[in-house]
């Protein structure tokens, strides 16, 4: 109940057009109440008394009345289903913008078929809530009141005959409800396996190619099809089982109005066109009884899923403004490290009492073991993740007192591996800064090496590349993920191993593209070839989530520790 009047939060802002339709589905409605009264004219008065006049008029009255109750039909299934579509994308909207504000780490341990599934498969069980099982809701339970006060004003005693069925109905109603949401819930998350699995499968394509794994990926996903078969087959038995029983109770009742009734019309108590009448509102009454129960059963369903997107919008924002965040000030790029320690798990330290200082402009590289925490302390500079303690300051502010749109505004990233959207190469490099002009995206492309090779393509810049731009070298894509940061012109950079997926040849290019980009910013680099870093100000390396030393390169050399030892691997030959 709590889920349904969250959701009946999102109309408010509709409700006029809800009155409207209101009004649409009472005028539908009273049309169709008024058949049963025909009926008894016709009975009483066009069969007993040979009436032709009264005929005529019931003629023209059945035209009208479907005519009219056709008009407001439209209309009310015409607007409720508008406010149900509007009710649903403004789920959609709120529920992309929340995955939009979630931390990293939230994706870290989400699949992103599992993600997009919320989107798709929970949002659209909501708008069958919203719009279908609302309006049927809505419209027989205004059809069933209607036929009951008709009723009583035929024969209240036969009425409250027929009342007996409500608490009979009303437990029926309970037991299945309960049972339904819970199959509903199981549907929603095995659908959401299958979404996961359905993407992680078709975009790692090249890997199951690779490995010949088509069979097995076809075996899993028929497996996790099978399962999605079952969820679903439990709850049709349950929603099955639950109208034939309405329908029992409600035939019950019947038998027992056409008992007392036909007795009563024996004693000439009422005329039989009053029990036809009052047996047809019976019917009437019936119909919609079940069809609540069926809006019932998939109301339920519904908010299986409504339940799992309001568990995604109610999740906290650990990384978001501080109240009375303030804007980063353009930075000179004066970064420094205290004392952090940070762990992705808990009880699993990633990094323990790191502290560093850079100087604006300067290049600081960072180098260890695979798995030493490298990467780690690159992702905590823009707050992708938090600090567990200690301190991270820009220019003497701590990170967490600026706003996370001033602080990544002035952080530039090349990662590893680039990702590039279905769009143009212009569109791609204008990603680092959308007010961009022509010009400017070309004088950036030209200072990551970038143009040659851009002209060289079909039609340009204007050349569109596919998803991931998987039309692209590995080179390629690096330099025009540099064009994209030289573009932004950011005042400290982070480069993950952003030359290490290259060869020697494309190496050079892109290198000679990310010296010229990190003039007279501060740098962050991560490398494994040491060649890369032999010119930084300072080298920290890392090991084990720990600093171990610290120095230039001949400092570090005389040193003879670590880095002595994976200098002289690196360069035996
Ligand atoms: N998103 C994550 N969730 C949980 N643990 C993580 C995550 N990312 C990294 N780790 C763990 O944190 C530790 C440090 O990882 P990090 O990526 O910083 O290493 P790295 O020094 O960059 O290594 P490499 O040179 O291989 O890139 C590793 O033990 C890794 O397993
Ligand atoms: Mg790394």
Not at 81 to 103: C, E, T, W, Y
Request: with cysteine; charged share 20%.
């Amino acid at each position: 109940m709590k889920q349904y009047l969250r959701l009946l939060q999102y109309i408010k802002p509709y409700r006029w057009r809800i009155v409207q339709a209101i009004i649409c589905m009472i005028v539908a409605a009273a049309a169709n109440l008024y058949m049963p009264w025909i009926i008894k004219d016709m009975i009483d008065k066009v069969l007993a008394e040979k009436d032709m006049e009264t005929l005529n008029m019931i003629c023209i009255g059945v035209i009208v009345i479907f005519f009219v109750r056709g008009f407001f039909y439209f209309g009310q299934s015409y607007l409720i289903s508008h406010v149900g579509q509007r009710v649903v994308l403004d789920i959609r909207n709120a529920l992309f913008a929340k995955f939009q504000r979630l931390p990293v780490a939230y994706f870290d341990r989400h699949q992103t078929g599992e993600i997009m599934s919320y989107i798709a498969n929970d949002v659209a069980t909501v708008q069958n809530a919203m719009v279908e099982k609302l309006i049927d809701i809505v419209t027989e339970g205004a059809v069933f009141i209607g036929s009951l006060v008709m009723m009583f004003m035929l024969d209240w005693q036969l009425s409250l005959l027929t009342l007996i069925t409500v608490p009979l109905v009303g437990v029926s109603m309970r037991v299945f409800g309960r049972m339904i949401k819970n199959s509903g819930a199981a549907i929603q998350s095995r659908l959401s396996e299958f979404t996961a699995l359905m993407q992680e499968s078709l975009s790692a394509e090249r890997v199951v190619k690779a490995f010949g794994r088509e069979k097995f990926e076809i075996e899993r996903y028929c497996k996790q099809n099978e399962k999605n078969f079952a969820a679903s087959m439990k709850n049709v038995r349950l929603t099955s089982m639950l109208t034939p029983t309405i329908e029992f109770i409600a035939a019950a009742a019947a038998t027992a109005l056409i008992w007392f009734g036909g007795k009563e019309v024996v004693d000439g108590r009422i005329t039989a066109g009053t029990l036809v009448a009052f047996l047809t509102y019976a019917v009437n009454m019936s119909n919609p009884l079940k069809r609540l129960s069926r809006a019932y059963a998939g109301i339920q369903q519904a908010l299986a899923g409504a339940e799992r997107v309001f568990g995604v919008l109610d999740l906290d924002e650990p990384i978001t403004d501080r109240p009375g965040a303030l804007t980063l000030p353009p930075a000179s790029g004066r970064v420094r490290v205290e004392d952090v320690s940070f762990a992705y798990n808990e009880g699993v330290p990633a990094l323990s009492h790191v502290s560093l200082a850079a100087e604006p402009g300067q290049m600081i590289a960072f180098v260890g073991p695979s798995g030493a925490g490298k990467s780690t302390i690159a992702n905590l500079i823009p707050r992708f993740y938090d600090v567990d303690s200690g301190s991270i300051l820009i220019d003497g502010h701590d990170i967490r007192d600026v706003t996370i749109d001033s602080l990544r505004a002035q952080i530039g990233i090349v990662p590893q591996e680039t990702m590039l959207f279905s769009a143009s190469v212009r569109e791609n490099i204008r990603y680092g800064r959308l007010d961009a002009t022509d010009e400017e995206i070309e004088a950036a492309a030209r200072d990551a090496n970038a143009h040659d090779f851009i002209m060289a393509l079909p039609e340009g810049y204007d050349t569109r590349i596919g998803e991931r731009g998987l039309m692209l070298s590995g080179g390629q894509r690096q330099r025009l993920a540099i064009a994209r940061a030289i573009l932004k012109d950011p005042q400290i950079l982070i480069l993950d191993e952003a030359t290490s997926a290259l060869d020697t040849e494309s190496e050079k290019i892109v290198q000679a593209a990310l010296d010229r980009l990190m003039v007279g910013r501060t740098s962050f680099v991560v490398a494994h070839r040491l060649s890369t870093i032999f010119g930084a100000d300072q080298i920290y390396v890392i090991d084990h989530g720990e600093i171990r030393e610290h120095g230039t390169h001949e400092e570090l050399l005389a040193a003879k520790g670590l880095y002595a030892e994976l200098y002289a691997l690196q360069f035996k030959k």
